[in-house]
Each structure stands twice: as C-alpha cells, then as structure tokens.
C-alpha cells in the first residue's frame, strides 16, 4: 500500500512495511549462502533477518543455503531451503521469507522455539545451551505424533501374522532353492523324444498296375506268405506280391491301379516279434549318468503318464568335439498296452529321476 504527503509543494512517498505472520525470537543461529556464514538478528518459523548480507543478494531476489542453529554439542542443520529476499531493513539486516520449508523442517523450528520458551534450552555466547537433555527429548517427543496403541489381542494377532509372513518368505525360498538343485542335479530331460518301431516294408519286386488281391487297411493283420496283390505289365507275365513278413499293417501306400516301380513300397508292416518304443535323445554328458533298466518317465500329448525302462544306449563318440552338442540314443521300452501303431512317430516328453533314495522324501514336496 502507497501512501502520499502533500505539504509546501512537495511530496513525500512510502511504503508501508508488510506484516509479519510469525513472532521472531533472539534465538542464536546462522545462515550458510555461497559457501558463507552470516549471523542472525531473529527468526521465526516463517523467515529471519541477516546480519552484513551483501546488498546485491537484494537485486537477486533468491538464494538456496543452510539454515544452522548450534547446541553446544551439535548443530542442527537445515539444508537446501530456499530463501527469499524482501528488503534491507533500518538497522542495516536483509529480511528474508523461508519458501520451501517442509512440514518436518516447520515442525523441528517449532520444537526449539517451544524448547526455549518453557526454558528447557538458554542461549549463552551464541550457541543454545540444553539445560537438561531428558526434558528436550520429552519436549520434542510430545510434539511427534504418537501411533495408536493396540490392544493385547490386537497386537499379538499382528505379531503372529507377521511371524507367519517371515516363515511363509523363508518356506518359499527353500522350495525354490530344493527345486533348482532338483531340476539342476537330480532330473535329466531328454531333448527330444518320439515313440518308433523297427517296420518292415514290402516292396514291388518288378514295375507295373498295381492291384490288391483283397482290401488291405491299416491295423489288418498279414502272414508271411500271404498274396498281397498282383502286378500287370503290358506285354508281361503277371507277378504275385505276397507278404514277407507276419505282423500288423501300419500303412497302406498304394491304392488299386498305381503304376509302380521296381522297389516302390506297398505297405509297412509291424512284425509280431517287434514291439512299439520309445526313442529319446539327451546330452552326452547326462548319458554318463544313466544305466540300462533305469525307470523313467514318459509324459504323452494327452496328459498321460507312462513309465518305461531304458533297455538300449546308443553313446556317441567318448571323446566329441567340443565346437558341437553331441546327443546320445536312448531306446526305452513302455508296456505293450500303453501305446498302439496310431502313436508311432508322435513325440512325447520323457524325464529320468536321478534323486537318491534317501533324499525322495525331500524332494516329493515339490510341487
């Protein structure tokens, strides 16, 4: 506000100083600005007067340092705020406003000038002198906030809940450790995995048409011997084709009335002394691991779970190059009744369980 004196033909201008929200207090303390200390006349929780503050901080407006207030034994520091200066007053100190204080910085000014007023801290030869430590402490504890107290119920379910949390956090990170050194030491998988048998194929002895003595399909039973079908050539004899093999028909591969070659095949043929198996290969340095007659365990497409015995070891060379992953040949057998000629060439998973005896009970915690 902007008040004017007219008298004798000249005018006199002021401004009216602004009000202060806060009471200041002859509290001993210093501001730290560009490296510089500089004595305070007072402070208040909103902003003090600087004692021999260079003039141009005036045309700067703005200047971030520390606000200290010395104990006889230590000093308590504000740091970074934000100062902001107003005007350069009669007794030659700059005020300034604090303009970043935070609610913690705001409460711990509070404290001390509580502290000062009830007389628990003097001042004496600039710094603060704590008349009793234990009344200080009691002084700034009242004015903290204070979490609400539990009951006994209350508190002891607290407590067991975070017991149980502590021991839930260790349960967990035990399986996880169990489980990696399962998977890691104890459980060799195999890369690939897909159920094979030893087929027989017949095959056209000369070229000609082709054409079935009776419908032949897939899952028919044939003797060794039997007449398959005839071949007719143009000009030519016709020759009979009969089975060389007794066993169950996988495939079909020719329909009446091809034209065939000499060697062409007509159908697959399981024969009865052969059996369905599985074909696993795994990394040659597991392979040192497993033995014939180990069990292991064969995970269908269909979720089924099958378990079969290693009865053949195809081991690659003892000594592989190193430039190249070597895989070994397992041949695993599975009962008869688990598979039928409809699986043969599908894949499978297959898993070889290496845990000592007397650490299975352990590891058959694991999900």
């Given amino acids: 506000m902007e008040d004017a004196v007219k008298g004798g033909g000249s005018k006199v201008k002021f401004k009216a100083e602004p009000t202060r929200h806060f009471p200041r207090y002859k509290i001993p303390a210093f501001v730290e600005v560009d490296g510089k200390k500089y004595r305070l006349k007072d402070w208040s929780i909103g902003g003090c007067a600087i004692f021999d503050l260079p003039e141009e901080y005036l045309e700067k407006k703005?200047?971030?340092?520390?606000?200290?207030?010395?104990?006889?034994?230590?000093?308590?520091?504000?740091?970074?705020?934000?100062?902001?200066?107003?005007?350069?007053?009669?007794?030659?100190?700059?005020?300034?406003?604090?303009?970043?204080?935070?609610?913690?910085?705001?409460?711990?000014?509070?404290?001390?000038?509580?502290?000062f007023l009830e007389g628990v801290i003097v001042t004496l030869d600039g710094l603060i002198n704590i008349i009793r430590r234990e009344d200080l402490r009691e002084a700034l504890e009242a004015q903290r906030p204070q979490a609400p107290k539990r009951g006994g119920l209350e508190e002891f379910i607290r407590r067991l809940f975070?017991?149980?949390?502590?021991?839930?956090?260790?349960?967990?990170?035990?399986?996880?450790?169990?489980?990696?050194?399962?998977?890691?030491?104890?459980?060799?998988?195999?890369?690939?995995?897909?159920?094979?048998?030893?087929?027989?194929?017949?095959?056209?002895?000369?070229?000609?048409?082709?054409?079935?003595?009776?419908?032949?399909?897939?899952?028919d039973i044939v003797k060794k011997g039997q007449v398959l079908g005839f071949l007719k050539a143009p000009g030519r004899v016709s020759f009979v084709v009969p089975s060389s093999v007794t066993g169950k028909v996988v495939e079909v591969h020719v329909s009446d009335g091809d034209a065939l070659e000499e060697g062409d095949p007509i159908i697959s043929v399981l024969p009865e002394s052969e059996k369905i198996r599985v074909v696993a290969h795994v990394l040659h340095g597991d392979v040192e691991r497993l033995k014939l007659g180990q069990k292991v365990k064969v995970l269908r497409p269909?979720?089924?779970?099958?378990?079969?015995?290693?009865?053949?070891?195809?081991?690659?060379?003892?000594?592989?190059?190193?430039?190249?992953v070597v895989y070994d040949r397992l041949v695993i057998d599975v009962p008869p009744e688990s598979c039928t000629i409809d699986d043969i060439g599908r894949v499978v998973s297959v898993e070889i369980d290496l845990t000592p005896q007397k650490l299975k009970p352990i590891f058959n915690v694991l999900p």
Avoid at 96 to 107: K, V
Avoid at 304 to 315: A, H, N, Q
């Fill in 62 to 115: 703005w200047a971030v340092g520390n606000f200290v207030i010395p104990f006889d034994t230590f000093d308590a520091v504000i740091k970074d705020v934000k100062f902001e200066f107003l005007r350069k007053n009669p007794d030659g100190t700059i005020g300034c406003r604090f303009a970043n204080l935070r609610p913690d910085q705001i409460s711990l000014l509070q404290d001390v000038i509580e502290a």
């Fill in 162 to 219: 975070i017991l149980f949390m502590f021991l839930a956090i260790i349960g967990i990170g035990v399986l996880f450790v169990l489980k990696a050194l399962y998977s890691r030491v104890y459980l060799v998988k195999a890369v690939s995995a897909f159920y094979d048998a030893p087929l027989k194929v017949v095959k056209t002895p000369v070229g000609g048409f082709f054409s079935f003595k009776r419908p032949v399909k897939e899952g």
């Fill in 302 to 324: 269909d979720g089924k779970v099958i378990t079969g015995r290693i009865v053949d070891i195809d081991r690659a060379s003892p000594e592989p190059p190193s430039s190249r």
